[in-house]
Each structure stands twice: as structure tokens, then as C-alpha cells.
């Protein structure tokens, strides 16, 4: 079974400070994802990487960065956190090869004060 | 830009059959996905199709693709309380350009 998992499921930040959130899948994947899902926008990709030190911006990426310094493990840094930033936040990681099958972690639901 | 669209709610009785319905934009995607998500989760993976296939069928589920009509659908047979959750279509263009529905939320009344 792979396995995604998430540092937190819950978190509470208050404003401007930095937050990471830490993500490990157990399946050798080499792509990554950290999405964010709110309330009639579905979710949305912030970045994903596809290797190593490899990371690409995806359709929401202002307002965050990200780190992928092993294989297994992808963060998401909020550099100075936001009220705006208060979300659910979703990782996930999928195979290069078919059927590129994407597995998602629990979930980090994100409050930002 | 690419786009996937799915009805917001579905409401069924116990044992009944489940259908939800998915259409997409984008022709060239090559792998279609079916997401089921319970609430304060993230999501689980069901099944998926590949894009030359019409049907496929996995115990309880069974995927439809009308490439044609860009239209993908999920049929839960003899659905349970435990089917209630929001299901999500996917498609994949290229290796990890996912592109997700805004979610289907079922319903089962007992």
C-alpha cells in the first residue's frame, strides 16, 4: 500500500510567521504535489517537483516555496503566513510510469490568526 | 483552458445504484480518475481508465467513457451509507498535469 503521510493534520499560525509543512510518501515516486482545497475552488496545485531539487510552480504558487532535498520527502514553506493562507492543504505523490496513479496524504488543515 | 466540470450533489437511497457524471475539455487526456474523499480526509483513489477504453469495471464500480462526448461517469452499485463522501474526477495531460473536478457530494439515505 503506498503510503503519503503529513506532519500535521491540524495546525494554528498566526500571521507573518513561517510555517512548514512536511510531506513523505513510501513508494519511491518520483513526482510530488502540494495542492490547497477550499470551499467551491476544488483543489489547486501550488508546486510540484518531478525530482530531486526539481520543482516546478504550479497554478498558485505566490506566497509559497517549496523543498525537495530526499526523494521521499517534499515541504511547503509559507514565508510570512496569512489570514488568506487558511486552508486545507493536500499532498501527494504519483509514479512517472502508467497508469501515473496520484496518492494523496491526510491532510493539514491550516488556520492562519 | 483545460476545465472539468461535475454536478455539485447526488442524493440516493440504500442499495440503489449511484451515478455520477463528469465532463472534461481536455481531448488529450490520457488517463481518467476517479477520487472519493470523506470529510476531514484527504482523497483515496477509487479507479481509473485509460483514455482508449469505454468501460471498465472494478467490483462495485464501473467507470463509462464516452470519449466522443468528453463525458466520464462512475456507477456505485447497491450503494451504502459508507459511500457517502464527495467524489472527484481527475484527468492527466502529459505525466503530472492533473486537472480535477470541483466534486460530486453523494448522499445516501438509509
Known amino acids: 500500500d503506498v503510503k503519503v503521510t503529513q506532519s500535521s493534520r491540524y495546525l494554528v499560525k498566526r500571521t507573518g510567521e513561517k510555517v512548514f509543512l512536511e510531506c513523505v510518501q513510501d513508494?519511491?515516486?518520483?513526482?510530488m504535489f502540494w495542492y490547497r482545497q477550499d470551499p467551491g475552488l476544488g483543489l489547486r496545485l501550488i508546486y510540484f517537483?518531478?525530482?530531486?531539487?526539481?520543482?516546478e510552480k504550479g497554478d498558485i504558487p505566490e506566497g509559497y516555496s517549496v523543498s525537495r532535498e530526499k526523494k521521499e520527502r517534499f515541504s511547503l514553506i509559507l514565508e510570512s503566513a496569512s489570514t488568506n493562507q487558511t486552508s486545507m492543504y493536500l499532498c501527494?505523490?504519483?509514479?512517472?510510469?502508467?497508469?501515473?496513479?496520484?496518492?494523496f496524504g491526510p491532510g493539514t488543515r491550516l488556520t492562519v490568526t | 483552458g483545460e476545465d472539468v466540470e461535475q454536478s455539485l450533489f447526488l442524493s440516493v437511497r440504500e442499495g440503489d445504484s449511484s451515478v455520477i457524471n463528469c465532463t472534461y475539455t481536455?481531448?488529450?487526456?490520457?488517463?481518467l480518475y476517479w477520487y472519493k474523499q470523506e470529510p476531514g480526509a484527504g482523497l483515496q483513489l477509487l479507479t481509473y481508465i485509460f483514455s482508449n477504453m469505454d468501460m471498465k469495471q472494478d467490483q462495485r464500480l464501473t467507470v463509462l467513457l464516452n470519449k466522443k462526448d468528453k463525458h466520464l461517469s462512475l456507477r456505485i452499485a447497491d450503494t451504502q451509507t459508507g459511500d457517502s463522501a464527495i467524489y472527484f474526477c481527475?484527468?492527466?495531460?502529459?505525466?503530472?498535469?492533473?486537472?480535477f473536478g470541483t466534486g460530486t457530494r453523494l448522499k445516501v439515505l438509509a
Open positions: 481536455d481531448s488529450s487526456s490520457t488517463y
Open positions: 517537483s518531478y525530482d530531486v531539487k526539481m520543482k
Open positions: 513508494m519511491d515516486h518520483e513526482n
Open positions: 501527494a505523490s504519483s509514479s512517472s510510469t502508467a497508469p501515473y496513479e496520484q496518492y
Open positions: 481527475a484527468g492527466l495531460s502529459g505525466t503530472y498535469k492533473y486537472i
